[in-house]
């Protein structure tokens, strides 16, 4: 979790910094306290998931782009059981597994839910769109108004723009979770 605290850091005081935001501004515009603030650029936070979505959307960054290390290489081997975790709450597990930038950005997360676990996410910025896929167990998964439950093999497709969530039914979940950014 340090490699994760430190590239955090690094990232959103460098977006900040080139987009020529004061603290001051960013706590206005996300929600997120100036004190909050300047221990995440220190390194010292341990913000929530919310928290780190409300930073993402007010600097108009894609979520794991607040989190990303610098790599140049062309091939790159990833463990998902190494992959950082970048939220850990009631029995749900998100790791960042890819980001990268093109289109408007492209991010894989692996989530592990423990059984009953259920992670409400708030919308994303418009035009976002989540493709889920479902490696082992049966989830309930989209948004709050139209969810569906999909189970191994299964892939379901939605616009994040609007709130939506993730629960395991019936017993512990992995899932694939692509973010397509416009």
């Not at 409400?120 to 167990?137: D, N, S, T, Y």
């Amino acid at each position: 979790m340090q490699n994760v605290a430190q590239a955090l850091a690094r990232n959103l005081r460098r977006t900040r910094q080139e987009r020529a935001i004061s603290l001051s501004e960013l706590a206005r515009t996300s929600g997120v306290s100036k004190a909050t603030l300047s221990g995440l650029e220190r390194g010292t936070g341990n913000p929530s998931i919310d928290t780190v979505w409300a930073l993402a959307q007010a600097l108009n960054v894609p979520f794991g782009g607040l989190f990303e290390e610098q790599h140049q290489d062309v091939v790159q081997l990833r463990r998902i059981d190494e992959a950082p975790i970048v939220s850990s709450e009631r029995g749900f597990v998100g790791r960042k597994l890819l980001s990268r930038p093109g289109r408007g950005g492209l991010e894989l997360y692996v989530l592990d839910l423990k059984r009953g676990a259920r992670r409400k996410a708030a919308p994303h910025p418009p035009g976002v769109i989540e493709h889920v896929i479902v490696l082992e167990g049966r989830a309930e998964v989209g948004p709050d108004t139209e969810p569906t439950i999909i189970e191994a093999g299964h892939c379901l497709t939605f616009s994040a723009d609007r709130a939506h969530h993730y629960y395991a039914v019936e017993g512990p979940a992995c899932l694939l979770s692509f973010t397509d950014y416009p």
